[in-house]
């Protein structure tokens, strides 16, 4: 069955604009997570959804929110953006039932920041 | 905060040789994950291990999880070039929020 798959792979904006990133799960998983992965911070937590409920929420700025969808589908903004900003995210999906608790990562979007 | 802690962080191993990669954790878990990343690419799952003592193997690796003492390993052996990639082990802290080490760069060399 299909992978996690992440919209768009690749983008570059400029300071101060906002921009959205859209992830879809594996079907008939229905918890998405999303995380950021820079050279210096390593993968950072971004934020968890589980059936359009944010469950769990990493330590960044409030200028990065995400929600999910009714069809389990995910996006996540980021608003006046920042050099520091420059970064793969990545969105995992997992079934979000039993015991394995096993994350599957989609190929990233890669931000980059001008 | 938890904790996770990779060494080494750079590993050059030659083909044909064994070496293993740590990862230690500040807090009680029972579940630890192995992913491998290649150079511009997304994270691959390769193991899960969900409790202590849990070894899983895969080829030339095997992974072990010491819940007690807070430590995985991933054993490398009889190294080949299509290992090379970088290593990272994650610690679940319960309603999906990994905690990653800082992964390990793996290069072998012919």
């Known amino acids: 069955k299909a992978g996690v798959t992440q919209t768009p792979r690749y983008l570059i904006k400029t300071r101060g604009q906002q921009v959205t990133l859209s992830c879809s799960p594996i079907?008939?998983?229905?918890?998405v997570s999303w995380y950021q992965q820079t050279p210096g911070q390593g993968l950072q937590f971004l934020f968890e959804?589980?059936?359009?409920?944010?469950?769990n929420k990493g330590n960044f700025p409030g200028r990065f929110s995400g929600r999910q969808f009714s069809n389990s589908r995910s996006e996540m903004n980021v608003s006046t953006l920042e050099l520091g900003d420059s970064a793969l995210y990545l969105c995992?999906?997992?079934?979000?039932?039993?015991?394995?608790?096993?994350?599957?990562f989609g190929e990233g979007s890669r931000l980059t920041v001008l | 905060e938890l904790k996770v802690e990779q060494n080494p962080l750079f590993l050059s191993m030659q083909e044909g040789k064994n070496y293993t990669i740590y990862c230690n954790y500040s807090?009680?878990?029972?579940?630890l994950y192995w992913y491998r990343q290649d150079p511009g690419k997304s994270l691959e799952s390769l193991f899960v291990?969900?409790?202590?003592?849990a070894v899983k193997q895969e080829g030339r690796l095997m992974a072990s999880l010491d819940t007690k003492a807070r430590l995985s390993t991933l054993h490398i052996t009889a190294a080949v070039h299509d290992l090379s990639a970088t290593y990272f082990c994650?610690?679940?802290?319960?309603?999906?929020?990994?905690?990653f080490g800082t992964g390990t760069s793996l290069t072998v060399i012919p």
């Open positions: 959804y589980f059936s359009e409920t944010q469950r």
């Open positions: 994650a610690v679940d802290n319960t309603g999906n929020q990994f905690y």
């Open positions: 291990l969900l409790s202590n003592g």
């Open positions: 079907s008939g998983h229905r918890s």
């Open positions: 995992a999906s997992s079934s979000g039932w039993g015991a394995t608790g096993e994350l599957f």
């Open positions: 807090t009680t878990s029972d579940r």
